[in-house]
């Protein structure tokens, strides 16, 4: 350990040293000793723990894992515990001796008195046994005399009795003369002197050694440390071959000492003290854990002494229901004999049973317990220890307590043979005993745990202790470690972070001293920026930028942690996005990081190195927004398209809380509903109320079924607390309780799919409550976005929908009273009914008295009749008067009505919404979470695209969100990559921005191009512009991804064009922005004058100059070569102004090699060149001297360039196609840009096809300017035939007929044709399979290769014949070698093919048998072959055939025009009309006419259709009624007259 007296400060740290001599080594070179690796911990390890615990295991790992040992001391303490051990024994013995003399005298005087006794107790029982007998009768009588004997009566008794039995069985048969002989033996022994060799003197010593011997011996402190000072002595000579670097202390771990203060005192001392003490420790489940291990390894001695134990108790309690036995059965007899005696039946359950049962009982109760007895009388006899605990037994239990160890050890010992085991399993089994079950992991709850219990908390009572005289040493560090649920893995690696973390950075809280330090770290830099600012001197405009904020900038410049303004603790535990604040910050390793709550800091504080990025850079989580607005303001429209756009979820709030409650309800819940169910119950009690159905009725039975649909749902439907609550805030806008929120909103945030992939989070938080629920659980989201919009939209939006339901529910309504009002008629008519029965049921009842009475009584019957109708139908008026229409539209709400009250309604909802999202915008501020405001008045489409303009460049640079990146100058980037402070990055000098747009040429840097350098972890970038060192540092992420810039190729082009096209000015560019050597002809001679006038070359320019003659282009081009070879040419390229311009330049430019890669011709108009020297002579920056730029002057050298570059065109695209043609005529950056697109592409295509032959892969050499020779050189096997087409379809495709590369690769050394791109792809992938050896099908030989030939070669040929008689091999195989397949050839398309022709009757049929002649050569015709036809004239013809031959095709194309167009000229019949319309048809399609006759008619055409149009225009436009003028089509007058026009005029007139 380092100390703070000899402290030393370094690059803004402090390092505290051990000594004066490691402080001076430190000072004068420190970055050895702070480069990686870091030194390991010297190992000074003392572990303790208790038994079992895992202590020698993990000693055994940590030495391994440090290349250390084992520092045992058990084994280091063996010679001196067997020194101790021979001393305590001698010590042990001489005073054993002593005390056994005397005891043994004392025992022998002790014998003899107590057989004298004995011999006395024998003379007396003879005389008292009569006295006994008597006694015993009369306790017979008195117990007889007094009917029931109690129960401890007879016990004492029975007690007695057992008494006077064992005294008998032990003294009944010693007689009066062995007593005597052994007086006088006792007397002789006790006469003779007792020495040391006496058995029983040897016996008591052996027996306290014994004892003695099985204490731990304990040895002082200071041996342990003495033993200990010496191995480590011996360690430290061997350290250093540990392992290379080892130190020379250290590299120990001691087992096995003691956990007492003695013993750390007495390290303490000697100053060997431990830099970690490590203390294994189970104190979960009160060390259920450690009581499990010492039970296991115990198992056996434990499960013996637990058998024993819970025997003795079975046998106890098998001994008690004996006696409970005999007492019953003594009883019984008693009883039973006096009921005998006396005459009188036995009373109770007992007494009831007939003698001969009471004797069966009896009997069979002593039957057992005597087999009981017996058995376990010899089961004990063979088992020591399951004996019956007797008072001997007890007697010698305490006075012995010492031995009583010792007496179960052995008991064990003599347990395990097998026979005993079986024995004692029989026994037990037999008593029914088992061991207490336990769980797997646990142990027994039984008292023999106890000792194993004493030793752990002897142990903890030893550390409570030590612990603290541990800790006043400030050099040592104590770990302790709960061994539960540790593996041995676990436990060294907890050893390790301890052993460690006093060599590991320290967080502490913010406090004054750090803000000063960050101010004078500021000023500082800002001095420095100001120093550096004045040295360097910078010619272009600054950019004026706004003042910052003292703040702002501090916050800027200061160096975050890994999580930036985020709290790690949060990001660690949820992976949420919690922001911090800088009341809760901390430090740790030099940099800032902020907490939401103290605790958090706390536990950041605890173990930092939990919550920081170590390999990688931590993960950031996904994206997570709330959408929040009023109701009305296109939230969710937006949400839902937003979620698409990002492939992330869509949550609706309200919407999970319809989808939770209708999972019980099964209907959506809400204050639309409920009014909905109001209305309905409303309406079902008026009809009950109106009336009472009559039972059995069709009205009864239609709302009793309506009742019992609607009873069930709200008999059943029972929700819980927590769906009561959604419902009631759905309902009535109550807030949800915590624990309702609990079960919905963590699981956004936690719980897969959302947790890894996001979402868009639709209307929540609604309120304050909810926006502090997520503030307390830490469920922030990453932006929280504000849809404003103003009262009036919302009106405008939500008012149509409201109004329409609000129609819908009118119209319901209306329906619904409707139905009422039918029910309550039909209700009525069944009362009526039932009613007038009744009334005609008593009507007759009373005619039926009537007529029983005598004639004279009854009234006129008529009259009677006619008076009851009349009352029938008033008491039926009476009872169902009709009511009256109640249900009036009165009272309804009128439509104006309801748009005013709908309207309040959405001011009153947009109100409290509006309140709403201010609370929770001002409680989301409180902790920080960014919010951005939107206004939603436009259409929402218009909405979603600002939406996702605002929130772009989260999305984008999301990933990138804990990356940290830092401008600095470029002086300073390059003195820290110099001293390897900072290395440079994979892209060295590219500009990451350009190469990921495409850039392929290697910037340029020199003083006028201004670099701006960036660090980003431990690497530098370069950047050519502040724009693109700005979008970097937003997401470097998206940069650092891409591949490493290829290798640098050099570009080699030339711009030719005609003056002022613009190519001076671009290859100026060239050289300016990328290095490139621009070289014109003049360029090239004058460097050779200027560096080289000496040379004959420099003499022989100046000869021809000097005459004033044009140098010769023999020199020029040696110049230009000269040229070539600087520098520059070969590593970044040359641009070569206006050169070649002549064929004979070109061919000097083939014979020296120089063969641009690209050359561009700037093609522009005589009109704009013109146009463009009076602009440049109007143009202030024009050269004093005069310029050869006259009209004239360009005309000449315009019309001069014109008829050469076709030539210099031609070449070069024939031989190298490198030609590219651009239009000039745009303006300078186009054509920069242009001229720059394409230069890149073909220096991309060259870097690829280098890098793919450097990998030994097929690479395309499209575009690489092979010649024709050098490709007919370098052919692979396959010459200018396909070899994809060749092996996958075995195909012969002569790629030969076209002189483009477009399709060529190379591979191997050898070039390829292919026929086609498809075909490119699958030899660039895998070229390996389509050439030798692995090639399925070889190429044929040169003389099996079919060769096309012209017309001209075939006639050279003669005499050869053509095969098949000059019939199409290709045709009549593809027609099934039918007799209508044999088509003659045409001598056009003739192939030589094994030395025999063969015509076709197409370039189609020719090149079908080129790919595959094996399959059309070999034919055969056959017998009948059809007649040669000879040419006939068309004039020759027949009328009919001349028509066929001749007209038919026209004829049918203008009959079929006919058909569809079916013309009527007015005035004129059909027929005439279709005869006119073919003339015409004819006449303007005549492909032998010339093309004024065919226009001419073409217009006569089209003025007849339009002519015929007019009738069926009419047609449709003329109605019967008339029409004013100004109603009518406006060109409906004009074509009417036209129409009328037409009466009588020929058609072929027009």
Same mark, same amino acid.
């Given at each position: 350990m380092g100390s703070p007296d000899l402290a030393v400060s370094f690059l803004g740290k402090m390092y505290t040293l051990s000594s004066e001599e490691a402080l001076k080594k430190f000072m004068l070179n420190p970055r050895p000793f702070l480069l990686p690796p870091m030194p390991l911990p010297p190992c000074k390890v003392l572990v303790i723990g208790p038994p079992l615990s895992g202590r020698s295991t993990l000693c055994?790992?940590?030495? #391994?894992?440090?290349?250390?040992?084992?520092?045992?001391?058990?084994?280091?303490?063996?010679? %001196?515990?067997?020194?101790?051990? +021979?001393?305590?024994?001698?010590?042990?013995?001489? !005073?054993?001796?002593?005390?056994?003399?005397?005891?043994?005298?004392?025992?022998?005087?002790m014998e003899r008195l107590f057989r004298e006794q004995v011999a006395l107790s024998a003379q007396e029982a003879s005389n008292d046994k009569e006295l006994e007998d008597f006694e015993e009768s009369s306790h017979i009588d008195e117990r007889s005399s007094s009917g029931q004997p109690s129960a401890s009566a007879s016990r004492s008794q029975r007690a007695a009795t057992m008494e006077s039995t064992i005294t008998e069985e032990e003294y009944g048969d010693f007689s009066t003369s062995q007593m005597e002989e052994q007086t006088d033996s006792s007397l002789q022994?006790?006469? +003779? #002197? /007792?020495?040391?060799? %006496?058995?029983?003197?040897?016996?008591?010593?052996?027996?306290?050694?014994?004892?003695? @011997?099985? +204490?731990?011996? =304990?040895?002082?402190? !200071?041996?342990?440390?003495?033993a200990l000072e010496e191995a480590i002595i011996e360690l430290t000579k061997t350290n250093k071959d540990r392992f290379l670097g080892a130190p020379l202390n250290g590299g120990w771990v001691v087992d096995n000492f003691p956990p007492s203060t003695e013993h750390w005192t007495a390290l303490n001392e000697k100053g060997l003290l431990p830099d970690i003490l490590i203390c294994l420790k189970n104190t979960k489940q009160n060390g259920k854990c450690l009581i499990n291990r010492l039970y296991v390894a115990n198992k056996d001695e434990l499960d013996a002494k637990i058998l024993k134990r819970l025997t003795d108790e079975a046998l106890k309690r098998k001994q008690e229901e004996e006696e409970t036995r005999k007492e019953l059965q003594e009883m019984l007899r008693l009883e039973a004999g006096e009921s005998v005696g006396e005459g009188e039946a036995p009373t109770g359950s007992l007494e009831e049973l007939p003698l001969s049962e009471q004797d069966q009982m009896e009997q069979s109760l002593d039957s057992a317990a005597s087999e009981g007895k017996t058995k376990s009388k010899e089961s004990l006899a063979s088992q020591p220890f399951l004996s019956i605990p007797s008072e001997s037994s007890e007697q010698q239990t305490r006075t012995e307590p010492e031995s009583k160890e010792h007496s179960e050890s052995e008991g064990i010992t003599e347990l395990q043979s097998s026979e005993q085991l079986q024995e004692t399993k029989d026994i037990v089994s037999e008593l029914g005993v088992t061991l207490p079950e336990f769980p797997e992991d646990g142990f027994p709850d039984v008292p023999e745990i106890e000792p194993l219990k004493n030793k752990i908390s002897l142990f903890m009572n030893l550390w409570q202790k030590l612990e603290p005289v541990v800790s006043e040493t400030s050099l040592v560090q104590v770990a302790d470690i709960e061994i539960e649920g540790q593996t041995p893995e676990i436990l060294l690696d907890l050893c390790d972070r301890a052993m460690k973390r006093p060599l590991k950075h320290h967080g502490w809280e913010i406090a004054q001293e750090d803000e000063d330090e960050e101010q004078d770290d500021l000023q500082a830099e800002a001095e420095a920026l100001a120093e550096e600012e004045e040295e360097e001197e910078d010619d272009d405009e600054v950019e004026e930028e706004e003042e910052e904020d003292e703040e702002k900038a501090a916050e800027r410049k200061r160096h975050m942690g890994d999580t930036k303004h985020f709290c790690p603790v949060i990001l660690k535990e949820n992976f949420i996005l919690c922001p911090g604040s800088y009341e809760n910050g901390a430090k740790y390793q030099d940099k800032y990081y902020y907490f939401s709550t103290p605790e958090n800091r706390e536990k950041f504080l605890e173990n930092p190195e939990v919550y920081v990025s170590h390999n990688e850079p931590l993960k950031v989580p996904p994206l997570r927004v709330c959408l929040l607005g009023s109701h009305g303001s296109g939230k969710t429209v937006c949400a839902r398209w937003l979620a698409n756009k990002l492939g992330i979820f869509h949550i609706q709030f309200e919407e999970r809380l319809q989808e939770l409650i209708m999972l019980k309800t099964g209907v959506r819940v809400g204050p639309e509903t409920e009014e909905e169910d109001e209305e309905e119950a409303a309406a079902v009690q008026e009809v009950g109320e109106s009336s009472t159905p009559i039972p059995g009725s069709a009205t009864e039975m239609d709302i009793t079924s309506e009742e019992e649909k609607r009873s069930p749902e709200q008999k059943e439907l029972q929700l819980t607390d927590e769906e009561?609550?959604?419902k009631a805030n759905l309902v009535e806008n109550e807030p949800l309780p915590p624990e309702v929120l609990d079960n919905i909103v963590p699981e956004w945030w936690t719980k897969e799919p959302f947790r890894s992939t996001g979402f868009i989070l639709d209307g929540f938080p609604r309120t304050v409550d909810e926006a502090i629920y997520l503030a307390e659980h830490g469920l922030c989201p990453d932006i929280v976005v504000y849809l404003e919009v103003e009262e009036d939209d919302v009106s405008d939006r939500l008012l149509p929908t409201l109004l329409q339901k609000w129609q819908e529910k009118q119209n319901q309504k209306k329906e619904k009273k409707q139905k009422i009002k039918e029910q309550r008629a039909k209700m009525r008519e069944d009362q009526i009914i039932k009613r007038k029965t009744e009334l005609l049921a008593m009507q007759a009842k009373r005619k039926q008295n009537a007529a029983a009475k005598p004639q004279s009584e009854v009234p006129d019957e008529d009259d009677e009749d006619e008076?009851?109708?009349?009352?029938?139908?008033?008491? @039926?008026?009476?009872?169902?008067?009709?009511?009256?229409?109640?249900?009036?539209?009165?009272?309804?709400?009128?439509? +104006?009505?309801?748009?005013?009250?709908?309207?309040?309604? /959405?001011?009153?909802?947009? !109100?409290?919404?509006? #309140? #709403?999202?201010?609370?929770?915008?001002?409680?989301?501020?409180?902790? =920080?979470?960014?919010?951005?405001?939107?206004g939603s008045k436009r259409k929402p489409r218009i909405v979603c695209y600002q939406l996702y303009k605002r929130l772009k460049d989260l999305v984008e640079n999301h990933e990138s969100l804990f990356e940290k990146c830092y401008p600095l100058s470029v002086s300073l980037a390059h003195k820290m990559i110099a001293l390897s402070y900072k290395h440079p990055s994979n892209f060295g000098e590219w500009d990451p921005i350009k190469l990921s747009e495409g850039e392929t040429i290697k910037p340029y840097q020199n003083p006028d191009t201004p670099t701006f350098p960036v660090i980003h972890r431990n690497s530098i970038y370069f950047f050519s512009s502040k724009e693109n060192r700005d979008k970097f540092m937003t997401n470097p992420i998206k940069y650092i991804r891409q591949p490493k810039p290829k290798p640098t190729v050099p570009v080699k082009i030339a711009i030719v064009g005609p003056p002022k096209s613009g190519k001076t000015t671009v290859a100026k560019k060239f050289a300016s922005v990328y290095g490139l050597k621009r070289l014109s002809m003049g360029d090239a001679i004058r460097m050779i004058l200027n560096d080289q006038p000496d040379t004959e070359l420099a003499l022989m320019l100046k000869w021809h100059l000097h005459k004033g003659l044009t140098a010769p282009d023999e020199l020029a081009i040696q110049a230009l070569d000269i040229a070539l070879m600087d520098n520059v040419c070969s590593t970044a390229g040359f641009v070569i102004d206006g050169y070649p311009v002549t064929r004979k330049q070109v061919n000097l430019l083939e014979y020296m090699k120089i063969i641009p890669v690209k050359i561009f011709e700037m093609q522009i108009d005589s009109r704009e060149v013109i146009r463009r020297a009076l602009l440049d002579k109007q143009s202030p920056d024009r050269p004093p001297y005069p310029l050869h730029d006259s009209s004239q002057i360009l005309s000449i050298k315009n019309s001069c360039y014109k008829t050469q570059v076709e030539e210099i065109r031609a070449y070069y695209e024939e031989q190298h196609q490198n030609w590219y043609v651009i239009d000039a005529s745009h303006s300078k950056w186009w054509n920069w840009n242009k001229v720059l697109e394409e230069t890149q592409m073909i220096t991309k295509q060259i870097q690829f096809y280098l890098e793919r032959i450097r990998q030994g892969k097929a690479a395309s050499i499209a575009d690489l300017c092979i010649t024709p020779q050098e490709l007919l050189s370098r052919l692979g096997e396959f010459g200018q035939y396909c070899p994809v087409s060749l092996a996958e379809k075995g195909e012969l495709v002569d790629c030969s007929v076209t002189p483009s590369l477009k399709f060529a690769a190379e591979f191997r050394g050898h070039y390829y044709k292919m026929a086609g791109q498809e075909e490119l792809d699958k030899f660039l992938n895998t070229p390996e399979l389509y050439v030798p050896p692995l090639a399925p099908h070889p190429l044929p030989l040169p003389s099996k290769l079919p060769k096309k030939l012209t017309a001209a070669e075939v006639k050279a040929l003669f005499p050869m014949q053509a095969e098949m008689q000059g019939y199409c091999p290709v045709t009549y195989l593809e027609g099934k070698q039918r007799y209508e397949a044999l088509v003659p050839g045409n001598t056009e398309y003739a192939v030589l093919y094994c030395k025999r022709l063969y015509i076709f009757e197409s370039e189609e049929k020719l090149q079908k048998f080129m790919r595959l002649p094996e399959k059309y050569w070999k034919q055969t015709l056959p017998h009948k072959l059809p007649p040669k036809k000879e040419p006939v004239l068309l004039t020759g013809l027949p009328l009919t055939g001349y028509l066929e031959q001749g007209v038919a095709t026209a004829l049918i194309k203008a009959m079929n025009e006919v058909g569809c167009l079916k013309p009527k000229f007015p005035f004129l019949s059909v027929k005439k009309s279709a005869l006119l319309f073919i003339a015409y048809h004819l006449k303007a399609y005549n492909p032998k006419s010339s093309d004024y006759v065919r226009k001419k008619y073409k217009r006569k055409l089209d003025r007849f259709i339009d002519n015929c149009e007019l009738i069926p225009y009419l047609g449709t436009k003329m109605t019967k009624k008339y029409k004013e003028p100004q109603n009518r089509p406006i060109d409906f007058d004009h074509k009417l007259q036209t129409f009328l026009s037409l009466r009588g005029v020929d058609p072929a007139s027009l």
């Amino acid at each position: 350990m380092g100390s703070p007296d000899l402290a030393v400060s370094f690059l803004g740290k402090m390092y505290t040293l051990s000594s004066e001599e490691a402080l001076k080594k430190f000072m004068l070179n420190p970055r050895p000793f702070l480069l990686p690796p870091m030194p390991l911990p010297p190992c000074k390890v003392l572990v303790i723990g208790p038994p079992l615990s895992g202590r020698s295991t993990l000693c055994e790992a940590i030495a #391994n894992y440090y290349t250390g040992k084992v520092l045992d001391m058990d084994i280091l303490l063996k010679g %001196h515990l067997e020194e101790a051990r +021979s001393a305590l024994i001698e010590q042990i013995r001489a !005073e054993a001796t002593a005390a056994a003399i005397a005891k043994v005298k004392e025992k022998i005087e002790m014998e003899r008195l107590f057989r004298e006794q004995v011999a006395l107790s024998a003379q007396e029982a003879s005389n008292d046994k009569e006295l006994e007998d008597f006694e015993e009768s009369s306790h017979i009588d008195e117990r007889s005399s007094s009917g029931q004997p109690s129960a401890s009566a007879s016990r004492s008794q029975r007690a007695a009795t057992m008494e006077s039995t064992i005294t008998e069985e032990e003294y009944g048969d010693f007689s009066t003369s062995q007593m005597e002989e052994q007086t006088d033996s006792s007397l002789q022994t006790l006469d +003779s #002197n /007792i020495t040391p060799d %006496h058995p029983e003197v040897q016996d008591i010593v052996d027996k306290a050694i014994e004892v003695a @011997l099985q +204490s731990p011996i =304990l040895l002082p402190p !200071e041996i342990y440390v003495t033993a200990l000072e010496e191995a480590i002595i011996e360690l430290t000579k061997t350290n250093k071959d540990r392992f290379l670097g080892a130190p020379l202390n250290g590299g120990w771990v001691v087992d096995n000492f003691p956990p007492s203060t003695e013993h750390w005192t007495a390290l303490n001392e000697k100053g060997l003290l431990p830099d970690i003490l490590i203390c294994l420790k189970n104190t979960k489940q009160n060390g259920k854990c450690l009581i499990n291990r010492l039970y296991v390894a115990n198992k056996d001695e434990l499960d013996a002494k637990i058998l024993k134990r819970l025997t003795d108790e079975a046998l106890k309690r098998k001994q008690e229901e004996e006696e409970t036995r005999k007492e019953l059965q003594e009883m019984l007899r008693l009883e039973a004999g006096e009921s005998v005696g006396e005459g009188e039946a036995p009373t109770g359950s007992l007494e009831e049973l007939p003698l001969s049962e009471q004797d069966q009982m009896e009997q069979s109760l002593d039957s057992a317990a005597s087999e009981g007895k017996t058995k376990s009388k010899e089961s004990l006899a063979s088992q020591p220890f399951l004996s019956i605990p007797s008072e001997s037994s007890e007697q010698q239990t305490r006075t012995e307590p010492e031995s009583k160890e010792h007496s179960e050890s052995e008991g064990i010992t003599e347990l395990q043979s097998s026979e005993q085991l079986q024995e004692t399993k029989d026994i037990v089994s037999e008593l029914g005993v088992t061991l207490p079950e336990f769980p797997e992991d646990g142990f027994p709850d039984v008292p023999e745990i106890e000792p194993l219990k004493n030793k752990i908390s002897l142990f903890m009572n030893l550390w409570q202790k030590l612990e603290p005289v541990v800790s006043e040493t400030s050099l040592v560090q104590v770990a302790d470690i709960e061994i539960e649920g540790q593996t041995p893995e676990i436990l060294l690696d907890l050893c390790d972070r301890a052993m460690k973390r006093p060599l590991k950075h320290h967080g502490w809280e913010i406090a004054q001293e750090d803000e000063d330090e960050e101010q004078d770290d500021l000023q500082a830099e800002a001095e420095a920026l100001a120093e550096e600012e004045e040295e360097e001197e910078d010619d272009d405009e600054v950019e004026e930028e706004e003042e910052e904020d003292e703040e702002k900038a501090a916050e800027r410049k200061r160096h975050m942690g890994d999580t930036k303004h985020f709290c790690p603790v949060i990001l660690k535990e949820n992976f949420i996005l919690c922001p911090g604040s800088y009341e809760n910050g901390a430090k740790y390793q030099d940099k800032y990081y902020y907490f939401s709550t103290p605790e958090n800091r706390e536990k950041f504080l605890e173990n930092p190195e939990v919550y920081v990025s170590h390999n990688e850079p931590l993960k950031v989580p996904p994206l997570r927004v709330c959408l929040l607005g009023s109701h009305g303001s296109g939230k969710t429209v937006c949400a839902r398209w937003l979620a698409n756009k990002l492939g992330i979820f869509h949550i609706q709030f309200e919407e999970r809380l319809q989808e939770l409650i209708m999972l019980k309800t099964g209907v959506r819940v809400g204050p639309e509903t409920e009014e909905e169910d109001e209305e309905e119950a409303a309406a079902v009690q008026e009809v009950g109320e109106s009336s009472t159905p009559i039972p059995g009725s069709a009205t009864e039975m239609d709302i009793t079924s309506e009742e019992e649909k609607r009873s069930p749902e709200q008999k059943e439907l029972q929700l819980t607390d927590e769906e009561e609550a959604i419902k009631a805030n759905l309902v009535e806008n109550e807030p949800l309780p915590p624990e309702v929120l609990d079960n919905i909103v963590p699981e956004w945030w936690t719980k897969e799919p959302f947790r890894s992939t996001g979402f868009i989070l639709d209307g929540f938080p609604r309120t304050v409550d909810e926006a502090i629920y997520l503030a307390e659980h830490g469920l922030c989201p990453d932006i929280v976005v504000y849809l404003e919009v103003e009262e009036d939209d919302v009106s405008d939006r939500l008012l149509p929908t409201l109004l329409q339901k609000w129609q819908e529910k009118q119209n319901q309504k209306k329906e619904k009273k409707q139905k009422i009002k039918e029910q309550r008629a039909k209700m009525r008519e069944d009362q009526i009914i039932k009613r007038k029965t009744e009334l005609l049921a008593m009507q007759a009842k009373r005619k039926q008295n009537a007529a029983a009475k005598p004639q004279s009584e009854v009234p006129d019957e008529d009259d009677e009749d006619e008076d009851e109708d009349d009352d029938i139908e008033a008491i @039926l008026e009476e009872e169902f008067a009709k009511e009256e229409d109640d249900m009036d539209d009165e009272d309804e709400e009128q439509e +104006s009505e309801a748009i005013e009250r709908l309207k309040t309604e /959405i001011a009153e909802k947009f !109100e409290a919404d509006l #309140n #709403n999202i201010q609370a929770v915008q001002e409680e989301l501020d409180k902790i =920080l979470v960014p919010q951005i405001t939107i206004g939603s008045k436009r259409k929402p489409r218009i909405v979603c695209y600002q939406l996702y303009k605002r929130l772009k460049d989260l999305v984008e640079n999301h990933e990138s969100l804990f990356e940290k990146c830092y401008p600095l100058s470029v002086s300073l980037a390059h003195k820290m990559i110099a001293l390897s402070y900072k290395h440079p990055s994979n892209f060295g000098e590219w500009d990451p921005i350009k190469l990921s747009e495409g850039e392929t040429i290697k910037p340029y840097q020199n003083p006028d191009t201004p670099t701006f350098p960036v660090i980003h972890r431990n690497s530098i970038y370069f950047f050519s512009s502040k724009e693109n060192r700005d979008k970097f540092m937003t997401n470097p992420i998206k940069y650092i991804r891409q591949p490493k810039p290829k290798p640098t190729v050099p570009v080699k082009i030339a711009i030719v064009g005609p003056p002022k096209s613009g190519k001076t000015t671009v290859a100026k560019k060239f050289a300016s922005v990328y290095g490139l050597k621009r070289l014109s002809m003049g360029d090239a001679i004058r460097m050779i004058l200027n560096d080289q006038p000496d040379t004959e070359l420099a003499l022989m320019l100046k000869w021809h100059l000097h005459k004033g003659l044009t140098a010769p282009d023999e020199l020029a081009i040696q110049a230009l070569d000269i040229a070539l070879m600087d520098n520059v040419c070969s590593t970044a390229g040359f641009v070569i102004d206006g050169y070649p311009v002549t064929r004979k330049q070109v061919n000097l430019l083939e014979y020296m090699k120089i063969i641009p890669v690209k050359i561009f011709e700037m093609q522009i108009d005589s009109r704009e060149v013109i146009r463009r020297a009076l602009l440049d002579k109007q143009s202030p920056d024009r050269p004093p001297y005069p310029l050869h730029d006259s009209s004239q002057i360009l005309s000449i050298k315009n019309s001069c360039y014109k008829t050469q570059v076709e030539e210099i065109r031609a070449y070069y695209e024939e031989q190298h196609q490198n030609w590219y043609v651009i239009d000039a005529s745009h303006s300078k950056w186009w054509n920069w840009n242009k001229v720059l697109e394409e230069t890149q592409m073909i220096t991309k295509q060259i870097q690829f096809y280098l890098e793919r032959i450097r990998q030994g892969k097929a690479a395309s050499i499209a575009d690489l300017c092979i010649t024709p020779q050098e490709l007919l050189s370098r052919l692979g096997e396959f010459g200018q035939y396909c070899p994809v087409s060749l092996a996958e379809k075995g195909e012969l495709v002569d790629c030969s007929v076209t002189p483009s590369l477009k399709f060529a690769a190379e591979f191997r050394g050898h070039y390829y044709k292919m026929a086609g791109q498809e075909e490119l792809d699958k030899f660039l992938n895998t070229p390996e399979l389509y050439v030798p050896p692995l090639a399925p099908h070889p190429l044929p030989l040169p003389s099996k290769l079919p060769k096309k030939l012209t017309a001209a070669e075939v006639k050279a040929l003669f005499p050869m014949q053509a095969e098949m008689q000059g019939y199409c091999p290709v045709t009549y195989l593809e027609g099934k070698q039918r007799y209508e397949a044999l088509v003659p050839g045409n001598t056009e398309y003739a192939v030589l093919y094994c030395k025999r022709l063969y015509i076709f009757e197409s370039e189609e049929k020719l090149q079908k048998f080129m790919r595959l002649p094996e399959k059309y050569w070999k034919q055969t015709l056959p017998h009948k072959l059809p007649p040669k036809k000879e040419p006939v004239l068309l004039t020759g013809l027949p009328l009919t055939g001349y028509l066929e031959q001749g007209v038919a095709t026209a004829l049918i194309k203008a009959m079929n025009e006919v058909g569809c167009l079916k013309p009527k000229f007015p005035f004129l019949s059909v027929k005439k009309s279709a005869l006119l319309f073919i003339a015409y048809h004819l006449k303007a399609y005549n492909p032998k006419s010339s093309d004024y006759v065919r226009k001419k008619y073409k217009r006569k055409l089209d003025r007849f259709i339009d002519n015929c149009e007019l009738i069926p225009y009419l047609g449709t436009k003329m109605t019967k009624k008339y029409k004013e003028p100004q109603n009518r089509p406006i060109d409906f007058d004009h074509k009417l007259q036209t129409f009328l026009s037409l009466r009588g005029v020929d058609p072929a007139s027009l």
